[in-house]
């Protein structure tokens, strides 16, 4: 947990003391806590943030027994908390009231004997835990007294009691921020008849699903940033790593988009879903998802939406989503004209094969030790039978490189006729790049048109992608 601390020196303690009340009262927020019984001498104040946490303000015991926190730091909507050093803690809320709060309770639950001033979402907050834990209590007494398949059944029907509970205070208090946490972690339940009465597939119960997965989400509001991991991140991630898990990129920027149109409302929502979803597809080992990294990019980092970016970031993302987009899987392959080793010229595009592979490695490079010789048996396994060439690149040639170069492929034997070695000190274009060759090995597969078919291969794809495009064809 980030620990933010703010102690005063004793000028400055000296100064406040001086200050006329008129002047004191420039604080953002003045945030009091009592814990009776307790001996704690310092106190956290802490929010949520997506799938982590971060405090914000420390404050020492008074003589009174008091943790004062105030700051002239406006305070974000959210779900905050306070924390001792030792993991205790107790969460409150703050939203759409002037966080001027006095909270006092008792060591031995700090929740159950929380008393509020000044904050009507905090008193409708607490008296929910209050309701809440007297359902959990029961459910402990019972688990007691009764046999397994008894309180089964009794759980079972607390549960939806409670569960009714809960809506029925969503349904009467849908502005209060808690109403709008628990409503956000709600699953969508699909219609089973449409609207002309007809009772519905299961691929329109799916569509249906996946165009409503965020209506109970209020991702208009920034507050809802600042909650628990379970709130808002989980909600979010389940919907990209599992729910569309390996879905074609279309379908992935199909959705995405109204989510992230939403999120335009709520700055802070939508500054990190942007650049969650950027880094995630960023670093996705799928393929065909550079088109969702690409798409995040151009139309909405490199936007005038993009508020918290430098001008030199966002220039680096445009420049890098430049090199992919022409490097999609359904794009053209660059084209290519290296020397062999005998310094004879060999040209990407004319090379006469059906299927071409295109990889860039070195015999410095620790993964390409390993995956170059696995998929170069691959390669020698179904060169003939699919009728495939390679196009491989030293891709850091000095003398001493080139020598291991040789070396290597003398050790391993990769000396197929088929099996192009090319020299990547002399070519026609800067291939590093042209192919934002940044790490190796990088490996592509190309057909006969010279278009990309298949990237980001390695030694445990190399013979499922093969054989599935090469022989499907």
Same mark, same amino acid.
């Given at each position: 947990?980030? =620990?933010?601390? /703010?102690?005063?020196?004793?000028?400055?303690?000296?100064?406040?003391?001086?200050?006329?009340?008129?002047?004191?009262?420039?604080?953002?927020?003045?945030?009091?806590l009592t814990i009776?019984?307790?001996?704690?001498?310092?106190? $956290?104040?802490? #929010?949520?943030?997506?799938?982590?946490?971060?405090?914000?303000?420390?404050?020492?015991?008074? /003589?009174?027994?008091?943790f004062?926190?105030?700051g002239?730091?406006t305070?974000?909507?959210?779900?905050?908390?306070f924390?001792?050093?030792?993991?205790?803690?107790?969460?409150?809320?703050?939203?759409?009231?002037?966080?001027? !709060?006095?909270f006092e309770?008792?060591?031995?639950?700090?929740?159950a004997?929380?008393?509020?001033?000044?904050?009507?979402?905090?008193?409708?907050?607490?008296?929910?835990?209050?309701?809440?834990?007297? @359902?959990?209590?029961?459910?402990?007494?019972?688990?007691?007294?009764?046999?397994?398949?008894?309180?089964?059944?009794? =759980?079972?029907q607390?549960?939806?009691?409670?569960?009714?509970?809960?809506?029925?205070?969503?349904? /009467?208090n849908?502005?209060? @921020?808690l109403?709008?946490?628990?409503?956000?972690?709600?699953?969508?339940?699909?219609?089973?008849?449409g609207? +002309?009465?007809?009772?519905?597939?299961m691929?329109?119960?799916?569509? $249906?699903?996946?165009?409503?997965?965020?209506d +109970?989400?209020?991702l208009?509001?920034?507050?809802?940033?600042r909650?628990?991991?379970?709130?808002?991140?989980?909600?979010?991630?389940? !919907?990209?790593?599992?729910?569309?898990? @390996?879905?074609?990129p279309?379908?992935?920027? #199909?959705?995405?988009?109204?989510?992230?149109?939403?999120?335009?409302?709520?700055?802070?929502?939508?500054?990190?879903l942007?650049?969650?979803?950027?880094?995630k597809?960023?670093?996705?080992?799928?393929?065909?998802?550079?088109?969702?990294?690409?798409?995040l990019?151009?139309?909405?980092?490199?936007?005038?939406?993009?508020?918290?970016?430098? &001008?030199?970031?966002?220039d680096?993302?445009?420049?890098?989503?430049?090199?992919?987009e022409?490097?999609?899987?359904?794009?053209?392959? &660059?084209?290519?004209?290296? !020397?062999?080793?005998l310094?004879?010229p #060999?040209?990407?595009?004319?090379?006469?094969?059906?299927?071409?592979?295109?990889?860039?490695?070195?015999?410095?490079?620790?993964?390409? /030790?390993?995956?170059?010789p696995?998929?170069?048996?691959?390669?020698?396994?179904?060169?003939?039978?699919?009728?495939?060439?390679?196009?491989?690149?030293?891709?850091? &040639?000095?003398?001493?490189?080139r020598?291991?170069? =040789?070396?290597?492929?003398?050790?391993?034997?990769?000396?197929?006729?088929?099996?192009?070695s090319?020299?990547?000190?002399?070519?026609?274009?800067?291939?590093?790049?042209? $192919?934002d060759?940044?790490?190796?090995?990088?490996?592509?597969?190309?057909?006969?048109? +010279?278009?990309?078919?298949?990237?980001?291969?390695?030694e445990?794809?190399?013979? =499922?992608?093969?054989?599935?495009?090469?022989?499907?064809?």
């Amino acid at each position: 947990m980030k =620990r933010f601390f /703010k102690i005063a020196t004793l000028l400055s303690l000296a100064l406040l003391v001086a200050l006329p009340a008129q002047a004191r009262k420039k604080n953002k927020y003045e945030i009091t806590l009592t814990i009776k019984g307790g001996a704690d001498t310092v106190m $956290y104040l802490g #929010h949520y943030y997506a799938k982590g946490n971060d405090v914000v303000d420390t404050a020492f015991r008074d /003589k009174k027994g008091r943790f004062v926190f105030t700051g002239t730091d406006t305070l974000a909507n959210g779900l905050y908390f306070f924390a001792n050093p030792r993991g205790m803690y107790v969460e409150f809320v703050v939203y759409h009231e002037k966080p001027f !709060f006095t909270f006092e309770t008792e060591q031995s639950n700090w929740t159950a004997n929380m008393k509020v001033k000044g904050s009507h979402e905090n008193d409708f907050f607490f008296q929910f835990h209050r309701t809440d834990a007297a @359902f959990t209590a029961d459910l402990t007494d019972k688990s007691y007294t009764m046999d397994s398949l008894q309180f089964a059944r009794y =759980r079972y029907q607390k549960l939806l009691e409670l569960d009714n509970i809960k809506m029925d205070l969503i349904e /009467k208090n849908p502005d209060r @921020f808690l109403s709008k946490m628990m409503l956000a972690t709600k699953e969508i339940e699909p219609p089973t008849i449409g609207p +002309n009465g007809d009772s519905l597939t299961m691929d329109q119960r799916r569509e $249906y699903y996946l165009e409503h997965y965020f209506d +109970n989400m209020p991702l208009e509001d920034n507050a809802i940033i600042r909650t628990p991991k379970a709130v808002f991140y989980d909600r979010v991630m389940n !919907f990209y790593d599992n729910i569309l898990k @390996f879905t074609p990129p279309e379908v992935i920027i #199909h959705y995405m988009d109204p989510m992230l149109e939403r999120a335009k409302k709520a700055p802070d929502v939508f500054m990190y879903l942007v650049m969650h979803l950027t880094q995630k597809y960023l670093q996705s080992n799928v393929m065909v998802y550079d088109e969702v990294y690409v798409h995040l990019v151009k139309n909405y980092y490199a936007t005038d939406d993009n508020f918290w970016s430098s &001008p030199s970031s966002i220039d680096k993302e445009v420049q890098r989503a430049t090199k992919w987009e022409r490097l999609l899987v359904g794009r053209e392959a &660059p084209e290519l004209i290296l !020397f062999d080793t005998l310094h004879i010229p #060999h040209s990407l595009h004319a090379l006469p094969h059906k299927w071409k592979l295109l990889v860039f490695w070195s015999p410095n490079c620790g993964h390409c /030790k390993h995956i170059v010789p696995n998929v170069y048996k691959v390669f020698e396994k179904y060169s003939s039978q699919y009728d495939i060439g390679a196009f491989t690149i030293l891709s850091d &040639p000095d003398d001493k490189t080139r020598a291991e170069w =040789r070396k290597f492929m003398a050790d391993h034997n990769m000396n197929s006729p088929a099996w192009l070695s090319l020299d990547g000190g002399e070519a026609n274009v800067d291939w590093h790049d042209v $192919y934002d060759i940044v790490t190796t090995p990088q490996i592509y597969l190309i057909d006969e048109n +010279n278009i990309i078919q298949a990237k980001k291969i390695g030694e445990d794809t190399a013979e =499922r992608i093969i054989t599935a495009i090469c022989g499907g064809q």
